[in-house]
């Protein structure tokens, strides 16, 4: 739609809200805006070139559009209606059913004249076209509104009495995320005839409720919204303009402080607090050394998550006694704001130090019998069984790493004492205070009793990784440890059914199966599925709430859920569908092969034998299906070879094949799928000159042990097949 520029002008929504959730603005903000944006889009009153902004501080949702219709073009509607024998009758008058479908379409008043025949193909329809009217800026920003407030992702609506100056009789009540105080429409210098949530539009909204110029800002025009919140409500609208402006100031506080002063940055946090102002002001507080005593992630937690203060660091990302907190106001004298913020933060850092304190006072050995008094799930029992469990599979890990040399007897002793101690700082006051601090307190109290770096790093790093992105365990007795808690959630809650179901994931297994996966590629384990699978089970044995005699069916359950994960993940690297698809098709043994057999498949691809072979293999496996009821075996006679084809494709695969299974052997898979791109000529020949199913059952059996054999040799790396 090309708009005439005459016909133009900015259009300002704004709705004026009392305080919207602070992790939910973002949100709102661009909801609001991209769904205005589509609506008007969908109604042609903007085009898809229009530009526009959004705006979101605590008070506010607004969007701005540049360039707006006053009334959109007429456009042709055309509508199929139905067949001409359906629609009219033999006299050619309109049928019921044509009668009743232009009464839904509003189009009551239209007679057969007004219809049009187009033959299609032998049969004839009856279509509806007509000249639509634009629709007008008031009738189509309405509409983009409702809509706008209808799509709002609200974490959770509430219900307010409409105030009284209400203009909208009637309503005595509305559910909205938040009490709306105020619309603002503007068209240009009009205001649009807009009602919202019992509210009509006007041209006038507030700023900052203590540093604002003036109490009500009459806006003259839609595009000096901006400018005039800032010069007169003290507000800066935008949210990212806000955002970046609290990191600027957060940078330049840190900065006049000296060398050695950081920002602890935390995007998350800074989302927070741009949606908790609206004109940012930074302070620099600080707080008694002391406190520094305490392990900083408790200090820097209590301070992010409670105070939404950002913490400072120094160059090597200890925590210093200094700490920045962002005001929504500024006063000349700022002592009070700093003073205050240093009264409050106090008594969290004096917790935490209590805490830390009093929970060093009793060793995690002799906290450990609490693990029996708390519940890991119903019907799989108490964290102190869950720690056996957890146990049995460690062990069995770490025997399995001892036979391929990847482990010592000390690091077999590190993971016995890592598993026993792992769990137990959740009986801790810290971590019943903090959560999120699991794991990290069980590493400080570990190194305080006395343990090895290696167990307490283990403690603190089994729960990793905990996030897409997140690292992996510093040293292989956390390795082994994570593995095993994470197999022991998967196998424990598959066996009771509780496996993940269209997007609901309560347990986030998903997540531990990509721990699996990604502590088995990245580390290199060269661990079997199937035998951690075997483990996993056993540890399970002779528990009331799992069947032994169902475990096959978990494990292989447990299986595809991790390589469905896997396969996700892998859509995410430089691989087609079809070779990832080759690759876990014939669910290799190893996951840190993985990557192997795909940069082999992706090189094989590339060769001009790939998709010849590709195919003949797809041949191979349909013919070797059909003979399912025959004994077929991989012993060739040559002396029942008579064809020159059958002979040559013989004589080639006995020089190929053994060179290709060699490197196959050696995990030079590249290599081995280059060698056997060697059988093409011959293969190709074979299907042209010889038939399998000769009528000679030796002949026939022959032949396919000798197929059967090739297709066993092409599949080791890949299922080849998936690649025709």
Same mark, same amino acid.
Request: hydrophobic share 45%.
């Given at each position: 739609?090309?708009?005439?520029?005459?016909?133009?002008?900015?259009?300002?929504?704004?709705?004026?809200?009392?305080?919207?959730?602070?992790?939910?603005?973002?949100?709102?903000?661009?909801?609001?805006?991209?769904?205005?944006?589509?609506?008007?889009?969908?109604?042609?009153?903007?085009?898809?070139?229009?530009?526009?902004?959004?705006?979101?501080?605590?008070?506010?949702?607004?969007?701005?559009?540049?360039?707006?219709?006053?009334?959109?073009?007429?456009?042709?509607?055309?509508?199929?209606?139905?067949?001409?024998?359906?629609?009219?009758?033999?006299?050619?008058?309109?049928?019921?059913?044509?009668?009743?479908?232009?009464?839904?379409?509003?189009?009551?008043?239209?007679?057969?004249?007004?219809?049009?025949?187009?033959?299609?193909?032998?049969?004839?329809?009856?279509?509806?076209?007509?000249?639509?009217?634009?629709?007008?800026?008031?009738?189509?920003?309405?509409?983009?509104?409702?809509?706008?407030?209808?799509?709002?992702?609200?974490?959770?609506?509430?219900?307010?009495?409409?105030?009284?100056?209400?203009?909208?009789?009637?309503?005595?009540?509305?559910?909205?995320?938040?009490?709306?105080?105020?619309?603002?429409?503007?068209?240009?210098?009009?205001?649009?005839?807009?009602?919202?949530?019992?509210?009509?539009?006007?041209?006038?909204?507030?700023?900052?409720?203590?540093?604002? *110029?003036?109490?009500?800002?009459?806006?003259?025009?839609?595009?000096?919204?901006?400018?005039?919140?800032?010069?007169?409500?003290?507000?800066?609208?935008?949210?990212?303009?806000?955002?970046?402006?609290?990191?600027?100031?957060?940078?330049?506080?840190?900065?006049?402080?000296?060398?050695?002063?950081?920002?602890?940055?935390?995007?998350?946090?800074?989302?927070?607090?741009?949606?908790?102002?609206?004109?940012?002001?930074?302070?620099?507080?600080?707080?008694?050394?002391?406190?520094?005593?305490?392990?900083?992630?408790?200090?820097?937690?209590?301070?992010?998550?409670?105070? *939404?203060?950002?913490?400072? !660091?120094?160059?090597?990302?200890?925590?210093?006694?200094?700490?920045?907190?962002?005001?929504?106001?500024?006063?000349?004298?700022?002592?009070?704001?700093?003073?205050?913020?240093?009264?409050?933060?106090?008594?969290?850092?004096?917790?935490?130090?209590?805490?830390?304190?009093?929970?060093?006072?009793?060793?995690?050995?002799?906290?450990?019998?609490?693990?029996?008094?708390?519940?890991?799930?119903?019907?799989?029992?108490?964290?102190?069984?869950?720690?056996?469990?957890?146990?049995?599979?460690?062990?069995?890990?770490?025997?399995?790493?001892?036979?391929?040399?990847?482990?010592?007897?000390?690091?077999?002793?590190?993971?016995?004492?890592?598993?026993?101690?792992?769990?137990?700082?959740?009986?801790?006051?810290?971590?019943?205070?903090?959560?999120?601090?699991?794991?990290?307190?069980?590493?400080?109290?570990?190194?305080?009793?006395?343990?090895?770096?290696?167990?307490?790093?283990?403690?603190?790093?089994?729960?990793?990784?905990?996030?897409?992105?997140?690292?992996?365990?510093?040293?292989? !007795?956390? !390795?082994?440890?994570?593995?095993?808690?994470?197999?022991?959630?998967?196998?424990?809650?598959?066996?009771?059914?509780?496996?993940?179901?269209?997007?609901?994931?309560?347990?986030?297994?998903?997540?531990?199966?990509?721990?699996?996966?990604?502590?088995?590629?990245?580390?290199?384990?060269?661990?079997?599925?199937?035998?951690?699978?075997?483990?996993?089970?056993?540890?399970?044995?002779?528990?009331?709430?799992?069947?032994?005699?169902?475990?096959?069916?978990?494990?292989?359950?447990?299986?595809?859920?991790?390589?469905?994960?896997?396969?996700?993940?892998?859509?995410?690297?430089?691989?087609?569908?079809?070779?990832?698809?080759?690759?876990?098709?014939?669910?290799?043994?190893?996951?840190?092969?993985?990557?192997?057999?795909?940069?082999?498949?992706?090189?094989?691809?590339?060769?001009?034998?790939?998709?010849?072979?590709?195919?003949?293999?797809?041949?191979?496996?349909?013919?070797?299906?059909?003979?399912?009821?025959?004994?077929?075996?991989?012993?060739?006679?040559?002396?029942?070879?008579?064809?020159?084809?059958?002979?040559?494709?013989?004589?080639?695969?006995?020089?190929?094949?053994?060179?290709?299974?060699?490197?196959?052997?050696? *995990?030079?898979?590249?290599?081995?799928?280059?060698?056997?791109?060697?059988?093409?000529?011959?293969?190709?020949?074979?299907?042209?000159?010889?038939? !399998?199913?000769?009528?000679?059952?030796?002949?026939?059996?022959?032949?396919?042990?000798?197929?059967?054999?090739?297709?066993?040799?092409?599949?080791?790396?890949?299922?080849?097949?998936?690649?025709?």
């Amino acid at each position: 739609m090309q708009a005439h520029p005459m016909n133009t002008a900015p259009l300002l929504i704004e709705l004026l809200v009392e305080e919207l959730p602070p992790k939910a603005l973002s949100k709102l903000s661009v909801s609001f805006s991209q769904t205005m944006y589509a609506q008007l889009l969908d109604l042609e009153l903007i085009d898809s070139q229009c530009a526009y902004e959004s705006f979101a501080t605590p008070r506010r949702l607004a969007v701005l559009f540049q360039s707006v219709l006053s009334q959109s073009p007429e456009r042709e509607m055309k509508q199929k209606l139905m067949p001409l024998k359906v629609g009219l009758d033999p006299n050619g008058q309109a049928t019921p059913a044509l009668e009743k479908k232009l009464l839904s379409l509003g189009f009551s008043h239209l007679g057969v004249s007004d219809l049009e025949v187009v033959n299609e193909g032998q049969v004839q329809h009856l279509w509806l076209k007509r000249t639509q009217a634009g629709v007008s800026l008031a009738v189509g920003a309405q509409k983009a509104l409702n809509e706008a407030i209808a799509k709002l992702p609200i974490p959770k609506v509430m219900s307010y009495q409409l105030h009284e100056n209400c203009e909208m009789p009637g309503w005595s009540s509305v559910n909205f995320v938040r009490p709306v105080h105020a619309l603002l429409a503007l068209y240009g210098e009009r205001v649009v005839d807009l009602t919202v949530l019992g509210l009509k539009a006007g041209k006038s909204t507030k700023g900052h409720r203590f540093e604002a *110029k003036k109490s009500v800002i009459e806006l003259a025009h839609a595009s000096s919204y901006e400018e005039a919140l800032l010069s007169d409500g003290a507000v800066i609208a935008s949210y990212a303009k806000r955002r970046q402006s609290i990191e600027d100031q957060l940078n330049v506080a840190a900065k006049s402080l000296g060398p050695g002063f950081n920002v602890a940055h935390d995007d998350a946090l800074l989302d927070e607090v741009c949606a908790l102002v609206e004109m940012p002001n930074v302070l620099i507080c600080e707080f008694e050394k002391e406190f520094l005593q305490v392990p900083q992630e408790c200090l820097i937690l209590t301070m992010k998550a409670n105070q *939404k203060y950002f913490p400072l !660091v120094n160059d090597q990302g200890d925590l210093v006694n200094r700490f920045m907190v962002v005001s929504n106001i500024s006063p000349k004298d700022t002592s009070a704001v700093i003073g205050g913020n240093e009264r409050v933060v106090r008594p969290r850092l004096s917790d935490a130090k209590f805490f830390y304190d009093q929970d060093r006072k009793i060793n995690l050995k002799t906290r450990s019998s609490g693990l029996s008094k708390v519940i890991y799930h119903q019907q799989l029992g108490t964290q102190e069984e869950r720690t056996q469990r957890v146990q049995a599979i460690a062990t069995g890990i770490a025997k399995e790493l001892i036979a391929l040399s990847a482990l010592s007897a000390q690091d077999e002793q590190w993971i016995d004492e890592a598993v026993q101690i792992a769990k137990v700082d959740l009986l801790t006051d810290m971590v019943g205070e903090f959560p999120e601090l699991q794991g990290v307190m069980g590493h400080y109290y570990a190194l305080h009793d006395g343990y090895a770096k290696e167990v307490a790093w283990a403690v603190e790093d089994h729960y990793k990784p905990r996030f897409a992105g997140d690292s992996l365990p510093r040293g292989l !007795v956390g !390795v082994v440890l994570a593995l095993a808690d994470k197999l022991e959630t998967l196998a424990g809650l598959f066996a009771i059914g509780q496996h993940p179901t269209g997007d609901k994931d309560p347990y986030a297994l998903r997540r531990h199966a990509i721990g699996v996966i990604r502590l088995l590629r990245e580390k290199s384990l060269g661990l079997s599925m199937a035998k951690l699978l075997i483990v996993s089970a056993s540890a399970f044995e002779g528990h009331k709430a799992v069947n032994k005699k169902s475990w096959t069916q978990i494990s292989a359950s447990m299986l595809e859920f991790i390589y469905d994960r896997l396969s996700i993940n892998l859509k995410d690297q430089d691989y087609s569908s079809a070779q990832i698809d080759s690759v876990l098709s014939i669910r290799p043994d190893v996951l840190d092969e993985v990557d192997l057999r795909l940069k082999a498949v992706k090189a094989f691809a590339q060769l001009p034998e790939a998709l010849s072979l590709a195919s003949a293999n797809k041949r191979i496996g349909n013919i070797l299906k059909k003979a399912h009821d025959q004994q077929v075996n991989e012993q060739v006679n040559p002396s029942l070879l008579v064809e020159v084809a059958e002979k040559a494709l013989f004589e080639t695969m006995q020089d190929v094949l053994p060179q290709a299974q060699l490197s196959f052997e050696a *995990k030079n898979y590249a290599q081995s799928l280059s060698l056997l791109a060697q059988l093409k000529n011959a293969v190709d020949l074979f299907f042209e000159q010889v038939m !399998v199913n000769a009528p000679e059952e030796a002949l026939r059996s022959n032949r396919l042990s000798l197929l059967s054999r090739l297709h066993t040799a092409m599949n080791q790396v890949a299922d080849l097949s998936r690649l025709a």
